[in-house]
């Protein structure tokens, strides 16, 4: 089980009741995190950007393993997107990675993944049962006369390809060299800021909410096709559009938003 943790924003409340700005504080979005993982018990805890480091102290005390990348706003404090990215990375009970460490050269601060092993004992064992991909979809465009948010870049989407390729095998075993599995593992995406396609929903093809436009990123470099042809990749899940919380598919691929969580974000009162 997977918690993910969409747009904290640690500041002054926003769009809260008239009755609620008293007594609102950050600790409010901590105590509203802490109540879930109590009651739902994550194997996995997952922050999709513009967190701060109290923020992950709720992660960090249940002792779950968590990890977190990189919003359009987590470089507006003092430390630089890859600095933010290692203070995470250095944290307590944390799986965050700066950047694999196979890659030299790559877009971008945490970009990594994860692979979830089979159960000891089982047909499973010593093989991935479910990879997760973790991106940096960037903040702002670098490029003149293209404004806006940024996106994957094609050395992130040319990593994605290599290790997906690679993950169609077993754990690696010293003894024997990797095995090759019948068919890749399912795999789950993560980012902060979602692709064009998203737009592609109305009212009548997805489930949940959708209460505002869609801020994707500036440029549609190709990566929903790029997940399309490494086929292994079954569901998207981003942020940063506080009010969207749906979950629609397209071409085999569920796009889906976790909505806004913290108190402090733009959202709607009640």
Partial sequence: KIFQIADLHFAHCLDVLPSQYASCSDLNTTAFIQRIILSEKPNLIVFTA?????????????????????????????????????????????????????????????????????????????????NLYFLDSGDYSKVPFIP?????????????QRTSQSLGYSFTSYMNGPVPQKEPAPGLAYFHIPLPKYASFDSSNFTGVK????????????FFTTLIEAGDVKAVFTG????????????????????GFGYHAYGKAG
């Fill in 50 to 130: 513009k967190s701060m480091g109290a923020a992950f102290a709720p992660a960090i005390a249940s002792y779950i393993p968590w990890v977190a990348v990189l919003g359009n706003h987590d470089q507006e404090g003092s430390l630089s997107r890859e600095g933010v990215m290692k203070y995470i990375a250095g944290m307590k009970n944390t799986l965050s990675v700066v950047n694999p460490p196979e890659v030299h050269i790559i877009d971008g601060f945490g970009n990594y993944n994860l692979e979830v092993g089979g159960v000891e004992g089982t047909d499973f064992e010593n093989k991935s049962v479910l």
């Fill in 211 to 222: 209460q505002e436009g869609i801020s994707s990123n500036s440029v549609n470099s190709g």
């Fill in 148 to 160: 806006g948010y940024g996106w994957i870049k094609p050395s992130q989407q040319l990593w994605f």
């Fill in 240 to 259: 940063h559009d506080h009010v969207n919380d749906f979950c629609g598919k397209l071409t085999g691929i569920h796009l889906c938003y976790a909505g």
